[in-house]
């Protein structure tokens, strides 16, 4: 498999406002060089609490969230260095499935017509052909053609959620970022989309930057995952090598805490790891790990000195300690 997506270091700083009228702005750093890579046909989980910055870490990988630093080399080519005409070109191979499929379509626009905006706005095809491109990405996600008349309220949220897909495709994208695509469906209506995502990914060869708070979600459509705490990966690992055997304490930690995780008997979450205590502020990041205070197993040096992202069996872990 060629390798599709490379980032390199990627930071993210949000300015505050300033404590005094002559005070320095403070700075909080949502994301703190992270570095990852997706192969062409591979998804790419994202996880961790809220606040972890998983999704700033996808926005920013694709620019609508603006990186401080950092590399974002997609097919070779930096995206963070594009001018703006030439990344609107690019975003043809890179678009978005938002996570409320109720506020990410327009209530005044029939459905074919939100399906078709991308191609329009871009200038793929002939009218012709984008109604016939549109008929096509209908029966591909599970929808009639004589639904395409119809306005967005008159769709339950997982047949929205098909229309945001099937608008997602439009372009022939190369990435699909999903964020959190099913969280706000029922859990009969997940399973349905998690399926469909899979399909589509296994028949039109597409990759997925997949953001998720819910592992069990991660498991199913997922090859390789990422775990991320307090704008740092923590953990990277194959989907397999993760879930049957996680290394860093605060993987596990989220491993033993999800209930549909818990009850199945494999290496990794059988003895529960239990954590207190609140993530540290991210404008005054610690000097060390960040998990050290909330970790069973931190000592010393964790506080000390920051742990690399290093080669741990088939895990790369930023632990002085794991396992």
């Known amino acids: 498999m060629s390798l599709l997506l490379d980032v390199r270091d990627l930071t993210v700083q949000f300015a505050l406002p300033r404590k005094g009228f002559f005070g320095p702005r403070p700075v909080l750093e949502a994301v703190r060089q992270v570095s990852f890579s997706l192969e062409q046909g591979r998804a790419l989980g994202i996880v961790g609490e809220s606040g ?48 409320d499929p ?25 009218p012709d052909e984008r109604r016939a491109r549109v008929t096509e990405l209908f029966r591909l996600v599970g929808l009639r053609p004589d639904q395409l008349n119809l306005f967005p309220h008159q769709f339950s949220g997982g047949q929205r959620q098909r229309i945001s897909i099937a608008r997602a ?37 597409l990759s997925y930057l997949f953001i998720s708070h819910d592992l069990g979600v991660v498991r199913h459509v997922c090859d390789d995952v990422a775990v991320m705490y307090l704008g740092k990966i923590v953990e990277m690992a194959p989907r397999d090598a993760l879930f049957d ?53 931190a000592q010393d040096v964790c506080r000390q000195i920051q742990p690399g992202l290093d080669p741990v069996g088939a895990s790369r872990v930023a632990c002085h300690f794991p396992g």
């Open 52 to 99: 972890s910055g998983k999704t700033t870490t996808a926005m920013a990988t694709i620019r609508l969230v603006e990186a401080a630093s950092g590399k974002v080399m997609f097919q070779g080519e930096d995206l963070l260095q594009l001018d703006a005409e030439t990344m609107r070109q690019r975003r043809r191979d890179v678009q978005l499935i938002f996570q």
């Open 169 to 205: 495709l439009t372009t022939n994208p190369k990435l699909l970022v999903c964020d959190e695509p099913v969280s706000a469906l029922d859990v009969a209506i997940q399973a349905q989309i998690l399926n469909l995502l899979a399909r589509l990914k296994a028949e039109l060869g």
């Open 245 to 297: 055997a996680p290394q860093h304490p605060y993987t596990q930690a989220l491993l033993s805490a999800a209930p549909s995780l818990a009850r199945r008997k494999s290496r990794g979450y059988v003895r529960p790891v239990k954590i207190s205590g609140d993530p540290p502020s991210p404008i005054n990041p610690p000097k060390g790990c960040a998990f050290a205070d909330r970790c069973p197993k």
């Open 102 to 126: 109720y506020s990410s379509l327009n209530p005044r626009a029939r459905v074919a017509d939100i399906v078709r905006e991308p191609m329009d706005l871009m200038e793929i095809g002939t």
